[in-house]
């Protein structure tokens, strides 16, 4: 059974960094093909892809934000890592993980979220 | 990058009907290997979005025959037929041809 479960700091003030945590179980990021992705929701809006991370490290990001976002994974603690710098409140959202299984293929297990607001 | 337009933004109709929703993208999602990497979602009121259809036509695990997916190179149409109160949500596709790219959904609600 595939699991995925968000974690984040709750609050946190503009210019802060967001350290996000996505711990998983019923699947391993050190399987062939395997991946991890991040997503966001603002509340009411829609859905904006932030980044993928691979079995192999290989790792990918959305252009519009790249330069505030860094993915990464610890493999044996079966987690999942997404940082984002310099927040503002447009960071305001619901952050999602879910699981990648090969490159194209769409995200087919989703975690329940976990709301993250930026607020001074 | 690869922008998706979903239409109708909001689609009233009644349960036992037929739904179409469309998603249109900016370029050709026919990746080099030839496969088409578009795919469907429902999402519903407090819940994480879930996977309806991958590639174009393909209906994920678990997923009712009323749903269906087709198109090819940039516009796409999913079907719902014989509404149920379990549809009722909001619908996004997705490409992954080019990085990934959300549409900006299509509610669907009761007329």
């Known amino acids: 059974q595939v699991t995925l479960k968000e974690s984040g700091p709750g609050i946190l003030q503009p210019s802060q960094t967001l350290s996000l945590t996505c711990t998983f179980s019923?699947?391993?990021?050190?399987?062939?093909?395997?991946?991890v992705g991040w997503i966001r929701q603002p509340s009411g809006k829609g859905l904006e892809w932030l980044a993928n991370?691979?079995?192999?490290?290989?790792?990918y990001y959305n252009p519009s934000l790249k330069n505030r976002l860094t993915i990464s994974k610890d493999t044996s603690n079966n987690q999942a890592f997404l940082k984002i710098t310099n927040v503002d409140t447009a960071d305001t959202a619901t952050y999602y993980c879910?699981?990648?299984?090969?490159?194209?293929?769409?995200?087919?297990?989703w975690g329940q979220g976990v709301m993250v607001t930026v607020s001074s | 990058d690869v922008v998706m337009t979903q239409t109708p933004v909001s689609l009233p109709v009644s349960l036992g009907g037929q739904a179409s929703i469309s998603c249109r993208s900016s370029?050709?999602?026919?990746?080099?290997?030839?496969?088409?990497?578009l795919h469907w979602y429902l999402q519903k009121p407090g819940q994480s979005p879930q996977l309806l259809i991958y590639r174009v036509s393909n209906r994920f695990s678990g997923v009712p025959d009323r749903f269906s997916g087709s198109g090819s190179g940039t516009d796409f149409t999913l079907k719902i037929s014989r509404v149920e109160p379990e549809d009722l949500g909001d619908y996004y596709c997705?490409?992954?041809?080019?990085?990934?790219?959300f549409g900006g959904g299509t509610k669907l609600e009761l007329k």
């Open positions: 991370i691979w079995w192999d490290d290989d790792k």
């Open positions: 370029q050709s999602l026919v990746h080099s290997n030839g496969n088409t990497y």
């Open positions: 997705l490409q992954s041809t080019h990085f990934r790219t």
């Open positions: 019923g699947f391993s990021l050190s399987t062939y093909g395997m991946g």
């Open positions: 879910a699981r990648i299984v090969n490159y194209g293929t769409p995200f087919d297990y």
